[in-house]
């Protein structure tokens, strides 16, 4: 499985951005699929997953409201929606993909296909 972020960049507090995620997989309507970010001096934390048919998400509390990740399964395409940006949104973000089949929390702890990050600077 391989994966390729897109649509970050540098955004004002309280504004909106999408980001999207391509993953190259045959299967890719079996994959769970998920947002993680890090941020400079930070440990990586998981934002939000997405299960295979896209009928179930799951969400961190800090984004809660916010974000919203959704599946494509026609285009092989997972977005995370982010609105009303916060600098503490700052991060690298990395779309994640999983074929274990977990309860979405239990991805918490990480997942086994990761893409290349891509960079959220919202700006005060």
């Known amino acids: 499985v391989q994966l390729q972020a897109s649509g970050g960049g540098l955004v004002q507090a309280g504004g909106s951005m999408r980001l999207s995620c391509v993953a190259t997989?045959?299967?890719?309507?079996?994959?769970?699929m998920g947002w993680f970010r890090q941020a400079p001096g930070k440990e990586r934390e998981f934002v939000a997953a997405?299960?295979?048919?896209?009928?179930?998400?799951y969400d961190v509390d800090s984004v809660k409201g916010r974000f919203t990740i959704s599946k494509d399964i026609p285009k092989n395409a997972v977005y995370l929606q982010m609105n009303s940006l916060k600098p503490e949104d700052t991060a690298v973000y990395y779309c994640?993909?999983?074929?274990?089949?977990?309860?979405?929390?239990?991805?918490?702890?990480?997942?086994?296909?990761w893409g290349k990050g891509t960079q959220v600077t919202v700006s005060s």
């Open positions: 994640t993909a999983d074929s274990r089949g977990l309860a979405l929390r239990a991805y918490y702890y990480g997942m086994n296909y």
């Open positions: 997989s045959r299967a890719f309507d079996r994959l769970d």
């Open positions: 997405i299960n295979w048919s896209g009928a179930a998400s």
